[in-house]
């Protein structure tokens, strides 16, 4: 199947702080998203992007679609103690195929 | 906004026992329900597409005949693990695609533990 790399694996923070993750694969996609997963819990999507070069905001949070398409980043400013979680990337090849995920993002916040 | 629910939210069966797994969009329809399973500290991984009104179709190295998939209406899908063993203990999601807007929406999980 599709290989996603995502970094880094793991992010320990201080509260206030900006962060940064990114998700690279070897094709090429039409659709990038981004999720937020909470321990015992389904993951929730934060950021979706549809076209290559698209910069897309949700609150403190930022993703681009990289201009190759084979390539996104999610940054979050001013990071808040509710951060925490795991981010994970998804990516699909083409309208109605199915989706791959990243291995996931493990964020920590220090009050 | 779109909600998926998932039942039961969690389950412990012995080996050798089956289990149904429910998946439900609650606000919207979907025609198709995709099925993943994730391990401790892993990510997603997809078992299977679920097609409303026909078969399922299962990603390469999942038992189709251990995972039942129905999908009978554009708002249910069902998973039902068959002579469950330990090594399938693990957390179950599904996902819903809108219909109308082709959004994929995330249930909130299934923990299942077989002893």
């Known amino acids: 199947g599709q290989q996603l790399n995502q970094s880094p694996q793991s992010m320990f923070i201080q509260e206030g702080e900006d962060v940064s993750m990114n998700c690279t694969s070897s094709?090429?996609?039409?659709?990038w998203l981004w999720y937020k997963q909470d321990p015992g819990e389904g993951p929730v999507l934060l950021i979706a992007?549809?076209?290559?070069?698209e910069l897309t905001s949700n609150g403190r949070l930022t993703a681009q679609f990289g201009i190759t398409r084979k390539d996104s980043f999610l940054n979050i400013s001013a990071s808040i103690p509710s951060d925490v979680g795991i981010y994970f990337c998804a990516g699909q090849l083409s309208s109605f195929n199915k989706f791959y995920f990243g291995s996931g993002t493990k964020l920590n916040v220090k009050p | 906004g779109a909600v998926v629910s998932q039942h039961p939210s969690w389950v412990i069966c012995k080996s050798g026992t089956s289990v149904k797994i429910e998946c439900r969009s609650l606000d919207f329809q979907a025609t198709t329900m995709f099925w993943y399973r994730q391990f401790p500290k892993q990510s997603l991984m997809l078992m299977a597409t679920?097609?409303?009104?026909?078969?399922?179709?299962?990603e390469q190295g999942v038992e189709k005949d251990k995972f039942l998939i129905n999908h009978a209406s554009l708002t249910l899908s069902t998973l039902t693990v068959t002579s469950a063993h330990p090594e399938d203990s693990s957390f179950y999601i599904c996902s819903a695609r809108d219909i109308a807007s082709y959004e994929q929406y995330f249930g909130p999980g299934t923990r299942l533990t077989v002893t």
């Open positions: 094709s090429i996609f039409n659709t």
């Open positions: 992007l549809y076209k290559a070069g």
């Open positions: 679920s097609n409303e009104g026909s078969k399922a179709t299962y």
